[in-house]
């Protein structure tokens, strides 16, 4: 079999163990690989590269994607599509692996209705969002690399008896604050469609220093826009007087040497997606279901979850009083 292969959206952690996984199963079992530079753009500008063993060298440890990526709203619209599948059928792919989110699953999905085209999804966001699967490639490395960040951070907050915002990444999803929160101890975790408690901040902080304690830490999940933990330190001050200093952490989430866990649970997934891919199987996404690693429909995939929100919110609250 031909199999092409490409990242798509944001980057995270564990992408190149999956590409690995990908190319070293699929030569294992004596099929070819191609892969795709730059996600749905390089698809639609024929970036294909046949990879061997050595391409896929020296990269397990290696964060971003050696395949790069892209977010490309030509692919949104049925007529790209059409040639993406035209181009694809002219390369004599048998069938498409797609690591990404729920954006280019929505796009996998497409193509294999509109197009009858073979694919199969590998969840790779930091944002660990992801209808059906419990677990995304590039959580655990960011959450690690939050918790190190703040941990810092806590050093010098008690060393100055300060309030520090802390932002991190997830868009809409709760799942990376919930767990940093419950991991640094945080004296607060701002979720990203929950109204902002202020006053409850304020009385938490001064309950706080009414028991000795000198720092505190709200953690602030980044919600649609990143930097609201501005106009949460401009309220605090003028309506508070309270002091609290920002610090977005932002890209830095991203990047870097992946976990074991993503490393592990990454290359799972690019095997089984070959495998997958192999025995005929379509429209399905590698995913983790009761902590196993395994095939679930690529239609029930498709929306984000509420990134633990249900499931961690209450823990966080009990945590942080
Ligand atoms: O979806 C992953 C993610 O890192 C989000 O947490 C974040 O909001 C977004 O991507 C940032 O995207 P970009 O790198 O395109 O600014």
Not at 181 to 205: F, S, Y
Not at 291 to 301: A, I, N
Request: one cysteine or more.
């Amino acid at each position: 079999m031909k199999i092409a292969l490409l990242c798509s959206g944001g980057d995270a952690p564990g992408m190149n163990c999956a590409i690995r996984a990908v190319v070293r199963t699929a030569i294992y079992h004596g099929h070819t690989v191609l892969g795709i530079k730059r996600g749905y753009a390089g698809l639609l500008r024929g970036e294909f590269q046949k990879m061997d063993l050595s391409s896929v060298g020296n990269i397990i440890q290696r964060g971003g994607t050696v395949l790069q990526t892209s977010r490309s709203p030509e692919w949104m619209k049925p007529e790209f599509r059409t040639k993406g599948a035209e181009i694809l059928r002219a390369q004599d792919v048998d069938g498409l692996i797609v690591i990404g989110g729920d954006g280019s699953f929505n796009g996998a999905n497409a193509l294999s209705q509109e197009h009858g085209f073979p694919v199969i999804g590998i969840p790779g966001t930091i944002d660990n969002d992801i209808s059906g699967t419990e677990y995304t490639i590039g959580f655990d490395t960011a959450v690690q690399t939050a918790i190190e960040a703040i941990d810092r951070i806590r050093d010098t907050a008690h060393s100055h008896a300060r309030t520090f915002l802390v932002e991190v990444m997830g868009r809409n999803s709760a799942a990376i604050a919930l767990k940093v929160g419950v991991c640094t101890g945080a004296e607060n975790v701002l979720l990203p469609h929950d109204k902002v408690p202020l006053q409850k901040i304020v009385d938490d902080i001064q309950r706080g220093v009414a028991r000795g304690k000198d720092s505190s830490i709200i953690v602030v999940a980044e919600g649609p826009v990143a930097g609201r933990s501005y106009s949460i330190q401009k309220e605090l001050k003028e309506r508070h007087q309270l002091d609290a200093h920002v610090c977005i952490l932002g890209h830095i989430q991203r990047g870097g040497s992946p976990t074991s866990n993503d490393r592990f649970i990454a290359s799972q997934m690019g095997s089984l997606a070959v495998e997958a891919i192999a025995s005929g199987a379509t429209g399905k996404v590698t995913v983790v279901q009761k902590g196993l690693v395994t095939l679930e429909d690529l239609s029930k995939c498709i929306l984000k979850n509420d990134g633990g929100y249900t499931e961690f919110k209450g823990l966080a609250e009990k945590l942080s009083i």
